[in-house]
């Protein structure tokens, strides 16, 4: 299945994307779409120019902790998709999933955006003898994943000098324990 992202202006854009289909992955309105057509969607706004960053907060600022407290899950789950497909998910224990949890909220989102520029794109295919238009997600980097969060790494602690090891080794444990959320 092929799909593309909204065909209209940024402001209109933001409504359809500032809604609990995209930012609560515990709500029934998350299973309206698949987390492909939400990519996809993503992509189409982020490429239009649009700032993710504010569509996020704005969809977070009259919240409840319980709903604002999913948007980082969300978050994760989109850019591992991007750059694993079906491989990684968020409750995955592994080392490359904590080194996300480790991220800012700007650098989550950040993150998220650089991904959804550049791993997602337009596509041709064939449909019935016609050639169509579509988007596909396809992680087409030349940096790894682990050496796009090392430079994040490395900005982070110029950016923050007097963070000691300690506390970003431990961010995980504060920021995804269920006490303390980034939004």
């Not at 319980?66 to 491989?87: A, H, N, T, V, W």
Request: proline share 4%.
């Amino acid at each position: 299945m092929y799909y593309e992202p909204f065909n209209v202006p940024l402001d209109d854009y933001e409504g359809y994307i500032g809604r609990r289909e995209y930012w609560d992955d515990l709500g029934t309105e998350w299973g309206w779409s698949p987390i492909e057509q939400k990519i996809i969607r993503l992509a189409g706004f982020v490429q239009q120019g649009g700032n993710l960053k504010k569509v996020i907060n704005h969809y977070a600022k009259d919240r409840d902790e319980e709903y604002r407290s999913r948007i980082q899950y969300c978050i994760m789950d989109y850019i591992l998709k991007l750059m694993f497909g079906d491989l990684i998910h968020s409750h995955s224990d592994l080392p490359f999933v904590d080194r996300i949890k480790r991220l800012t909220k700007e650098e989550l989102v950040k993150l998220l955006s650089d991904q959804l520029k550049t791993s997602v794109r337009k596509t041709y295919y064939m449909e019935h003898g016609t050639i169509k238009e579509g988007w596909e997600i396809k992680y087409d980097n030349p940096k790894t994943p682990d050496e796009l969060l090392d430079k994040i790494d490395r900005q982070h602690r110029r950016k923050y000098p007097d963070e000691t090891f300690y506390q970003w080794y431990h961010r995980p444990e504060k920021w995804w324990s269920h006490k303390q959320y980034l939004w």
